[in-house]
């Protein structure tokens, strides 16, 4: 394992300090499990732009989309449990 030196402001490590205190935990834990919840949602935000990327690179290939109040019909009775149809994507006219 490695250390890292990090400076910040005083009245952030008061703050941190009195948050991990409440947290039932070390400023040091407190701050390495920051860290980590921070990267890891950074992790997860690049890998949906990655996804997002690729499915509209799709459907400009493709020229098909669904059209929104059809997806969004699908996904309300999806959200109220009701059984719903998958919309069918469509070429989108030139």
Do not use: C
Not at 34 to 54: G, K, P
């Amino acid at each position: 394992m490695s250390t890292t030196t990090i400076r910040i402001a005083e009245d952030l490590k008061l703050r941190v300090n009195k948050a991990a205190e409440r947290a039932g935990k070390t400023a040091h834990a407190f701050i390495l499990d920051a860290i980590t919840e921070t990267v890891e949602r950074a992790e997860i935000e690049a890998s949906f732009h990655r996804v997002a990327d690729t499915r509209w690179a799709n459907a400009l290939a493709s020229r098909k989309t669904v059209a929104w109040d059809e997806a969004r019909a699908y996904l309300e009775a999806r959200a109220a449990g009701k059984p719903a149809r998958r919309p069918t994507a469509r070429r989108v006219a030139d």
